[in-house]
């Protein structure tokens, strides 16, 4: 049996900072909470075809890390492999319940920020294990 990965791609949400939210979730997921499950990559490689990461997503799992309700990572996948996302996280739903948690900087993560990062971090997390569960 071969084992898949879940590949995490957040959105690149420059000057957002649910983007940098997205991004610095998909670090602690795949550096901290789940290692040897995960990987991830720059999402543009995916939009101009790069073969490794289309290897990688098409061979793995896929969770897509969306900032804001454009979904762009989410439709970049879809547009890249023809098919969506095995999971989706929205920054923003994981606002909605922890709304304590809203950040007030862009380009760099306050506090609050970081907190938040970690929660959709968690989230992620859950979702890999769902993924790899059912593998």
Known sequence: MILKKAVIL???GIGKSFGTVARQATYIVVNELRTDKTKTFCLPLLQI???????LTKNNFV???DGCAKACAFKDV???IGRTSDASVMVMDVLRENKEFRTKQVTF???NGKKLARKVAERVA???DKL???N
Do not use: F, N, Q, W
Request: charged residues 45%.
């Open 78 to 80: 879809e547009r890249s």
């Open 109 to 111: 993560l306050d506090e």
């Open 63 to 65: 969770i897509s890390i």
């Open 49 to 55: 075809a790069d073969k490794e990461a289309l290897d």
């Open 126 to 128: 859950e979702e890999v």
């Open 10 to 12: 957040p959105c690149s």
């Open 132 to 134: 790899l569960e059912c």
